[in-house]
């Protein structure tokens, strides 16, 4: 059974300054059971643990809730690393939230679950986390500060039931107690959701047209009518017609329903087309998806990213201004900026190299930027909130970065496409491009390059695939190479990194029809690096404005690694677990045109891609290049020139083609 308490204050600052209240609260419903105070913020779950030690330096047993040995305390305060958490967990109270390091939150896990500690002040986000009943639960105010909208903003009654829930240990206690302290203007409001059932209403509007996107783009919607009966299916039309006012709506009659739902899908679909994902028929009912709506769908965006990318993507954009368009995603919008971090951001914009709009600095897309800044330049964060929050913006970094591929590639933009490629290596090693591919080796910083540069007996090595062909697989020769200022074991794990790199063996062919009675379909391999571009040989024949398909025959070597091979990419900056992948991607450099785009996984020993391309329509002579780009490692890129010398169009290709364009035409009708 839960037994809830509603504790009433007048004011705000009631809430965070006083404690007495909590006090009073642990000592009359759980004195010597385990407490669960759920705070709004990090600072304040240090705020609230140093109030509640100086209300205990008052009694008489300032250590009453340690319920373990002091000295055997003592010895775990030893491994933890925050100074604050080692200061509470001697006086029986522990800290839980995101900014922790991870080895001091299961620290406070393990002990505040074995009931080594009486108290834990935990963030609200631990509701929606780990499973730790208690005796008693209080949530401290039931507002936190929104750094989006800089203003205090009520819990989801949704989070404040589920802190409420973590009240009650069923194999210890017949009953949990939780009590909520709330401004007084809200006592009704909570006691009514406590003790009367709460309708649960629908959140679609804010993200509606998104949803209609991907409806569209899947072909379950085509015309305004599929929208509005779209709407219907839904549980927003439910709760629609059960509390009308919720969602502005005066009443249910039909045409009063019937100008609300046309109104929404007018604005979602105005809104979708400003964002170039669809098309409006010119019958004004009928809706076609666009490549940019698709995109959007695919890769699980909000349309206003993807309308950005249309409008900011060019077709030679560096390195820089696709980091500006990758942090100005809509997607970043959400990312806090807390109290006085705008001046963190300031601060910490001095120590890195590109800069930012000065006056910005309380902008979530300024911090996402300098936050991805600061991952490729190795900097020192300012605070622990700030490496969660790189967390943040890395998880949603990739995908993001793929959909810009996928723009660059539908406009045939050839430098932009690569440049994406680079920031996706970088995103996932953390390094800029321009730094040595040998500093993504772990424990290899700046000052260890000179190591590389006098090795005896062969000529500096600047790059990976140098240093992997001087070792030869051999950890020894590498350990020679950097024992002088590497650690043993630090020496095991860059060997570790190294001997995992992929290396990747090429050949290329061509197959596809040429004008030959005695082997009309055919395949011709493209001939391997040669010195002199007059040779003959070296240009391959293919007939003007026709498709082929080069064949990529991908064969994976091993440098000297043992163990079981592993599709995940060696990457120890990014925190998610990621498959190690390739582009292949087919240009012409003269041009700075992007032929073709494919994207292929891990190769785990042999792996044939195909890549289908059209020749020019006219005759003449032209370089493709096929580029290799790692999506994991910087460094290991490959590229192939491929010559072409494009002769006049097979005649019986283009029948083939007329016929199959006939057929299909009769086919439809």
């Not at 504790?7 to 006090?23: E, F, G, M």
């Not at 998104?210 to 439910?238: P, V």
């Not at 098309?279 to 959007?296: F, M, W």
Request: with cysteine; net charge negative; aromatic share 10%.
């Amino acid at each position: 059974m839960l037994t809830s308490v509603v504790s009433i204050w007048q004011n705000r600052d009631q809430v965070y300054k006083p404690v007495y209240h909590l006090w009073r609260a642990i000592r009359s419903h759980s004195p010597a059971k385990p407490v669960l105070i759920f705070v709004s913020s990090r600072r304040q779950t240090r705020l609230t643990a140093l109030d509640l030690i100086a209300f205990l330096a008052t009694e008489d047993d300032p250590k009453q809730w340690l319920k373990m040995d002091e000295r055997e305390m003592n010895d775990i305060i030893v491994t933890v690393r925050d100074s604050n958490l080692k200061l509470t967990l001697a006086f029986g109270i522990g800290m839980h939230h995101a900014g922790l390091h991870e080895r001091d939150r299961k620290t406070v896990e393990e002990l505040f679950v074995n009931c080594k500690i009486q108290v834990l002040i935990a963030t609200s986000t631990l509701a929606w986390g780990v499973n730790f009943p208690a005796h008693l639960v209080i949530v401290k105010g039931t507002e936190y500060y929104d750094g989006k909208t800089r203003r205090y903003v009520d819990y989801p009654i949704t989070d404040v039931l589920q802190m409420m829930g973590r009240a009650g240990r069923p194999q210890f206690d017949d009953q949990g107690k939780a009590v909520i302290l709330v401004h007084d203007i809200k006592k009704d409001f909570y006691k009514k959701f406590l003790y009367e059932p709460f309708p649960v209403e629908s959140s679609l509007l804010e993200v509606l047209a998104d949803h209609l996107n991907a409806e569209i783009a899947a072909g379950t919607i085509t015309s305004k009518q599929d929208a509005m009966d779209y709407i219907t299916w839904t549980y927003f039309f439910r709760r629609l017609i059960m509390n009308p006012t919720y969602y502005n709506l005066e009443d249910v009659s039909h045409d009063t329903m019937n100008k609300y739902l046309s109104s929404l899908v007018e604005k979602s679909l105005f809104d979708l087309e400003c964002s170039y994902c669809i098309e409006i028929g010119e019958d004004n009912r009928s809706i076609e998806p666009l490549t940019y709506g698709r995109i959007a769908s695919y890769y699980y965006l909000k349309h206003p990213t993807i309308g950005m990318f249309k409008d900011q993507l060019k077709p030679e954009s560096n390195i820089e201004e696709l980091l500006l368009i990758l942090t100005n995603a809509d997607e970043y919008t959400d990312l806090p900026v807390r109290h006085n971090e705008d001046q963190m951001n300031s601060e910490l914009a001095k120590h890195l190299p590109v800069e930012v709009n000065p006056h910005s600095f309380d902008s979530s897309h300024t911090k996402t930027h300098l936050l991805l800044q600061a991952h490729f330049s190795h900097a020192m964060l300012p605070c622990p909130d700030y490496a969660t929050d790189t967390k943040t913006v890395l998880d949603q970094a990739i995908r993001i970065c793929q959909a810009m591929l996928d723009v660059a590639a539908h406009h045939g933009w050839l430098v932009t496409a690569l440049n994406i490629t680079s920031l996706v290596q970088m995103v996932v090693q953390g390094r800029w491009i321009h730094d040595s591919s040998l500093l993504t080796l772990p424990n290899i910083e700046l000052h260890h390059l000179h190591l590389f540069r006098y090795v005896i007996l062969l000529r500096p090595i600047e790059c990976l695939p140098e240093l992997m062909a001087a070792c030869e697989g051999k950890e020894n020769v590498f350990a020679s190479i950097v024992d002088s200022e590497l650690q043993t074991a630090h020496i095991s794990q860059a060997w570790n990194f190294l001997c995992r790199l992929p290396i990747l063996n090429v050949s290329l062919s061509i197959k596809g029809c040429w004008d030959d009675p005695v082997q009309p379909q055919n395949e011709v391999p493209v001939p391997s690096l040669t010195t002199d571009t007059r040779d003959d040989k070296r240009w391959i024949k293919l007939h003007a404005d026709q498709e082929y398909v080069l064949q990529v025959n991908l064969q994976r070597t091993q440098m000297g690694y043992q163990g079981k091979q592993e599709s995940k990419a060696v990457a120890p900056r990014f925190p998610k677990v990621k498959d190690e992948g390739w582009f292949l991607i087919l240009g012409e450099v003269d041009k700075k045109e992007l032929i073709a785009l494919k994207r292929t996984g891990y190769v785990r020993n042999q792996n044939t891609v195909s890549v289908a391309f059209y020749t020019p329509e006219t005759p003449g002579k032209c370089i493709y290049t096929l580029y290799l780009m790692s999506d994991s490692y910087l460094g290991m890129d490959q590229q192939y020139d491929i010559y072409l010398n494009i002769i006049p169009a097979s005649t019986s290709a283009q029948v083939t083609t007329e016929v199959s364009d006939a057929m299909s035409h009769l086919a439809l009708k």
